[in-house]
């Protein structure tokens, strides 16, 4: 299928309340604690603009009418009737016994919270595709799913990184898609109903069923802001399903947050590679840190339309012109048929491959955490 290039809002302007210049890193100094690292960035001139500008936010809880489908926007074709016969005959879902043996050597390290200030970014990979996100003073869960079993799908090999119990206050919930391994209703009963969410075009109803009030829908390229931090869904190359007649009907994507300070983080929830990362990289320049899928890749065949693999996760983080990377969607369920352990090894070596820094690898456990501190050239290194 043709890459579709659809950009909502073709008549976008420039931000009604201008963020302070980007500033592209020249240094970087680590202190690391028992399960904190802190990375400090020295800063010296502007990025570039982003090209095209970018719209104006949305109002918050706006109520819209979607088409019924977004077929349009996929980027390939969904599997036919070949294809599901093939993977019914030679395709796996699990690793075989080898690929298994290393479940118990998996990465968990569960750790408390770093304590922020409303300068500072900061990251806790909770497991799979669920972050703690703290930027511009607010903490932002993504696709958070804090259930032990998903639809379909064994229990989690490690527990969940961060106890439901020791959350901050959830200041906003962004979710990627509708699948049961990103959008888990049980975790989002825990949420008070007047927690901000910004989901994919279409599919506000599901939370508003739920008596959510506060639903921010987007389509791609449209933000919306919350107490100064800037909520912008870009495309991703994936799909949307969850029960049997609703393919397609609400969209998929992924965040780009960007706090007032000029701190952003992209989280591209679940996707295949592609032109797109090229295009939200040139939107959005300046990307300090990309949250990246790096696992359930196999079959390749099966799977390369909608799923990174470790290379391609590289790949696209220098498309986005990201400074760092941190993986996810591996090492939680068990989704696909690679060993357990292949994302982890193969994202490290495709990182030392394309010579980048080993610092501005991420590669955290789960439960782990990583603070990112804005500084001038005149700031003592923390």
């Known amino acids: 299928m043709t890459q579709q290039t659809h950009e909502p809002g073709s008549t976008t302007t420039a931000p009604t309340t201008p963020a302070p210049p980007k500033t592209a890193a020249t ?3 680590t202190t690391t604690t028992a399960t904190t690292t802190v990375t400090t960035i020295r ?24 088409p019924r489908t977004f077929h349009d926007r996929l980027t390939a074709p969904l599997p036919g009737l070949k294809a599901m016969a093939r993977f019914a005959r030679e395709g796996s879902v699990r690793p075989g016994r080898e690929g298994l043996a290393d479940v118990p050597r998996l990465p968990y390290e569960p750790g408390p919270l770093p304590r922020v200030a409303a300068d500072t970014v900061s990251v806790t990979w909770a497991g799979h595709a669920s972050w ?17 079993r998903i639809l379909g799908t064994p229990a989690r090999v490690t527990p969940v990184g961060v106890p439901w119990e020791t959350l901050p206050r959830v200041d906003a919930v962004v979710v990627s898609h509708n699948h049961y391994d990103h959008l888990d209703a049980p975790t989002l009963r825990r949420l008070p109903r007047d927690t901000p969410v910004f989901v994919p075009a279409g599919l506000g109803r599901w939370f508003r069923r739920r008596r959510f009030t506060t639903v921010t829908e987007l389509d791609w390229w449209e933000a919306a802001e919350l107490s100064g931090v800037r909520f912008d869904f870009v495309p991703a190359h994936h799909w949307s399903k969850r029960t049997l007649i609703d393919t397609c009907h609400s969209l998929w994507g992924g965040w780009v947050l960007t706090a007032a300070d000029g701190g952003r983080v992209y989280f591209a929830g679940d996707t295949g590679y592609g032109d797109w990362f090229s295009r939200i990289g040139r939107r959005y320049p300046g990307i300090d840190l990309a949250l990246m899928p790096i696992g359930a890749y196999d079959p390749r065949w099966w799977l390369s339309d909608v799923h990174l693999d470790p290379e391609e996760a590289v790949r696209a983080t220098q498309d986005l012109g990201a400074r760092r990377m941190a993986p996810m969607h591996w090492g939680t369920f068990i989704l696909s048929a690679e060993p357990v352990l292949e994302p982890l090894t193969r994202v490290r070596a495709a990182w030392e491959r394309a010579e980048l820094a080993r610092e501005d690898l991420w590669d955290l456990p789960v439960g782990g955490s990583r603070i990112l501190e804005r500084a001038s050239s005149e700031s003592a290194v923390r």
């Open 27 to 29: 240094a970087t100094a």
């Open 43 to 66: 800063e010296a001139g502007p990025w570039p603009p982003a090209s095209p500008p970018l719209a104006d936010p949305r109002p918050l809880g706006e109520l819209r009418v979607w």
């Open 132 to 148: 703690i996100v703290r930027i511009g003073g607010l903490t932002v869960l993504t696709d958070p799913v804090w259930s032990r």
